[in-house]
T-cell receptor, first 113, second 111 residues
């Protein structure tokens, strides 16, 4: 089965902790993305990567970091610098960043406790 | 620069009646346009896409959308709503290195 797998589905973080959200795809897609979703605000782009070992900041990159060491994997770290991390995080991939549609994982809900 | 405006944050219809979800876009290029659906606590699923071929695009689950360049619109329609259509819908514009999501429209279907 081809697709995108995000883990964990639910994640709880204490104040001041870094946490890493996993995203793996077996679609052989070059481009991968991380979005944050808050109620009533649609999806906002955090980071994207078009090729291994390269990534670009999106609209709300502050307090987040990513890596792209393998084509299949694009983990997102939510650092302690992110002041309001409670949100639903979605990972996506696409064959390229121009004309093709993005495929989404099932999301990770992060809650700060 | 690109942007998407979904004109209704919430639409409520009765089961069996038509659905219309409105989307206007702004783009300096010839964009691709997409509609996605999201059920609660789930990822997004592609409903349909426009990529400069036919202006009337048919998607899954009986949905379709018409690209109108003169009106910069890409409204989503369905002739007859089903209870399972209740979800959040997102319109997306994409061109060059930029993909923008609308704020979403929540569709409620009443029995």
């Amino acid at each position: 089965d081809g697709g995108i797998t995000q883990s964990p589905k639910y994640l709880f973080r204490k104040e001041g902790q870094n946490v890493t959200l996993s995203c793996e795809q077996n679609l052989n897609h070059d481009a991968m993305y991380w979005y944050r979703q808050d109620p009533g605000q649609g999806l906002r782009l955090i980071y994207y990567s078009q090729i291994v070992n390269d990534f670009q900041k999106g609209d709300i990159a502050e307090g987040y970091s990513v890596s792209r060491e393998k084509k299949e994997s694009f983990p997102l770290t939510v650092t302690s610098a992110q002041k309001n991390p409670t949100a639903f995080y979605l990972c996506a991939s696409s064959a390229d960043r121009v004309r093709t549609e993005a495929f989404f994982g099932q999301g990770t809900r992060l809650t700060v406790v | 620069a690109q942007s998407v405006t979904q004109l209704d944050s919430h639409v409520s219809v009765s089961e069996g009646t038509p659905v219309l979800l409105r989307c206007n876009y702004s783009s300096s290029y010839s964009p691709s346009l997409f509609w996605y659906v999201q059920h609660p606590n789930k990822g997004l699923q592609l409903l349909l896409k426009y990529t400069s071929a036919a202006t009337l695009v048919k998607g899954i689950n009986g949905f379709e959308a018409e690209f109108k360049k003169s009106e910069t619109s890409f409204h989503l329609t369905k002739p007859s709503a089903h209870m399972s259509d209740a979800a959040e819908y997102f319109c997306v514009v994409s061109a060059l290195n930029d993909m923008r999501f609308g704020a979403g429209t929540r569709l409620t279907v009443k029995p």
